[in-house]
């Protein structure tokens, strides 16, 4: 009997596991708790190794129609005034799309041989000899003979394997907020950034010349604000940037009629195991790293990973989970440890480390720099040897 796989999580990583799943032979179901995709986001970015995966999946020419194509990122101070400029490859590496899109895609490359479930999400797992019984919030339980969670930094699947989220997160010291405005600053495949200590503005316009895609951060301890309460989190954005000068008072006006606010901490995940039993995490949800470790190509990379071992041990979870493990620590050190302090270089909390950071991106940014720091931004990128894999058909372990 073919081995049948339930995957939380429509983002990223649980699509491009159905798709590698569908192609050696197993049967994905792929539940999410939006009602559909989820469409915007932020930017993400491929290089390196990564490159080489995209081709792989065949889904490299459709990145490429979608791409942001995004030029260079300038660095102003509160008056506008340019103080640096970083090439495109530093934010957006070899090619970059938005999350939205790249979301789409992944769907529309795994949706025939997958099964969609929208709407729902999973609320029990209860694991014998022979399967795993999944409740859920609306559905009628079902039997799946593998579960995987690829539900994210908050991951459900986690919780209830695992424990308490807070049991595993590691809190960076920093918050950030995205949303979409109109393009009222004319930019045209650019980027701005502007720090003052503990806060960071970015706004850039890439392949929709219309719209504005505003990113802040800002140092914080932790914030007791709930996930799902939009009008709270619009509401302490508005109090930490109201006072921050440049071009912010008009983005926080578009902030109020924005419904694609994305609010959250920067954080990591540290997990000593990565499944139990017949469960297993993928993604952010196992290892989330923050920005600029490379996540979303590490999430796939680990998708291919985690199907290629489940094949070549033709469905025995045990063998495949360990051995997807094994390949895939060492690369996930690598993107937290890039990771780490990210945020302390994109938000420095005191004014002479702003103008430290604006002289690093000037020297970074110079010609006699570029392979110096193509190779800094690609170590995470690089880190997973992306392995060929046969492909048996699936059998039910």
Not at 102 to 128: P, Q
């Amino acid at each position: 009997m073919t081995t049948t796989v339930l995957i939380s999580g429509a983002g990223i990583a649980g699509p491009a596991l159905a798709y590698w799943l569908r192609e050696r032979g197993f049967a994905p179901t792929v539940v999410e708790r939006a009602p559909a995709l989820r469409e915007g986001g932020s930017a993400v970015d491929f290089r390196g190794e990564q490159m080489t995966l995209l081709k792989r999946m065949g889904i490299l020419d459709d990145i490429r129609a979608k791409e942001t194509a995004m030029g260079a990122q300038i660095v102003v101070d509160a008056r506008g005034k340019k103080v640096a400029s970083m090439p495109s490859v530093f934010f957006s590496g070899e090619v970059e799309i938005e999350r939205g899109d790249l979301t789409r895609i992944l769907y529309e490359h795994s949706k025939d041989g997958t099964e969609y479930v929208f709407g729902d999400w999973i609320t029990g797992l209860d694991e014998d000899p022979d399967g795993v019984t999944v409740t859920f919030a609306h559905g009628e339980p079902r039997r799946f003979d593998l579960v995987v969670g690829a539900d994210g930094l908050h991951s459900g699947v986690r919780r209830l394997t695992f424990g308490d989220e807070e049991l595993f997160r590691t809190d960076l010291g920093f918050h950030t907020a995205g949303f979409t405005v109109p393009n009222h600053l004319g930019l045209d495949h650019l980027g701005l950034i502007c720090s003052i200590p503990g806060r960071t503005v970015m706004a850039a316009s890439g392949r929709d010349g219309a719209v504005l895609n505003i990113g802040l951060l800002f140092a914080s301890d932790s914030l007791d604000v709930p996930r799902r309460d939009v009008a709270a989190q619009k509401k302490v954005v508005v109090e930490r940037f109201a006072d921050f000068g440049w071009e912010t008072a008009k983005l926080l006006e578009g902030l109020k009629d924005a419904d694609d606010l994305y609010f959250d901490s920067l954080s990591q995940i540290h997990l000593d195991k990565w499944s139990q039993g017949r469960v297993v995490l993928l993604g952010d949800a196992a290892w989330c790293a923050g920005p600029g470790g490379s996540g979303t190509g590490l999430a796939m990379m680990g998708a291919y990973v985690l199907a290629g071992e489940l094949a070549a041990a033709q469905g025995d979870h045990e063998v495949a989970f360990a051995r997807y493990e094994e390949k895939l620590r060492g690369p996930v050190k690598t993107s937290q440890k890039q990771a780490a302090g990210i945020g302390t270089f994109l938000v420095p909390k005191k004014q002479f480390m702003i103008g430290y950071r604006n002289f690093l991106y000037r020297v970074l940014g110079s010609r006699p720099m570029t392979k110096v720091f193509t190779w800094l931004t690609s170590r995470a990128a690089n880190a997973a040897t992306l392995e060929n894999y046969d492909a048996p058909v699936a059998i039910r372990s």
